[in-house]
C-alpha cells in the first residue's frame, strides 16, 4: 500500500496560528497607536516650521514682509489656528494679511487627531526676517488622545526670528 503524504495545514496548526498572532496583535497595537501619534505631532510639527521659515524668508525676499495666521478656508486669516495655517507675502508691510495679498502655501490640521493652539495674533516677520509683535509667539502642537506621553510639541518663535521645539507631557 502506497502512502502519499499530504501537503497542507491541519486544522490543530491552522488554529495555533491564529491564536499567536492574535496574541502578538493585542500585545503590539497599543504601542503602534503611541508610535503613530508621535508620528503625527513630528509631522506636524515639521509642516508649521516649514511654513514659518517660508513666511520669513519671503518676507526678506520681497523686502516687505511675511507671515503665518490660523486659518479655516486657505484664504483670509481668522485665528482658528487648530483649522489651518496660511503664510503669505506681505505686500504693503503692514503686518498683517490683506485681501491682495498672496497665499504662498495652506497647510490643513486633522482636528481628530492634531490640536493646534496659537498666538492671540499673527506671527508676522519684517524685512529683515525679524518677528514683529513685542512678545514671544508660541504655537503648541499635541495629539487629542495623548495619555500623559511627551508629545506635546511647543515651538518658540523669538525675536530675530529663529524658531526652537521644545517637548514636554501632554496636559
Avoid at 496574541?23 to 503590539?28: E, P
Avoid at 485681501?99 to 504662498?104: A, G, I, Q, R
Avoid at 508629545?151 to 496636559?171: D, E, V, W
Amino acid at each position: 500500500m502506497f502512502f502519499r503524504r499530504s501537503n497542507g495545514f491541519t486544522l490543530v496548526e491552522l488554529m495555533v496560528t491564529v491564536a499567536v498572532v492574535a496574541i502578538l496583535g493585542t500585545i503590539a497595537f497599543p504601542s503602534f497607536q503611541s508610535t503613530i501619534r508621535s508620528n503625527r505631532i513630528a509631522t506636524a510639527g515639521n509642516e508649521i516650521t516649514g511654513l514659518l521659515s517660508l513666511a520669513r524668508s519671503e518676507a526678506v525676499r520681497n523686502k516687505r514682509g511675511g507671515g503665518i495666521c490660523g486659518s479655516s478656508n486657505g484664504t483670509s486669516c481668522d485665528n482658528s489656528w487648530s483649522s489651518g495655517l496660511l503664510a503669505w507675502a506681505d505686500v504693503n508691510g503692514d503686518g498683517s494679511k490683506g485681501n491682495d495679498e498672496v497665499v504662498l502655501r495652506f497647510v490643513a490640521v486633522s482636528a481628530d487627531s492634531v490640536s493646534v493652539t496659537g498666538p492671540g495674533a499673527v506671527v508676522s516677520f519684517d524685512n529683515r526676517g525679524r518677528r514683529r509683535a513685542a512678545t514671544t509667539q508660541e504655537i503648541v502642537l499635541q495629539p487629542v488622545k495623548c495619555g500623559g506621553e511627551t508629545l506635546r510639541r511647543t515651538l518658540t518663535i523669538n525675536a530675530a526670528g529663529q524658531i526652537t521645539s521644545t517637548k514636554a507631557a501632554c496636559q
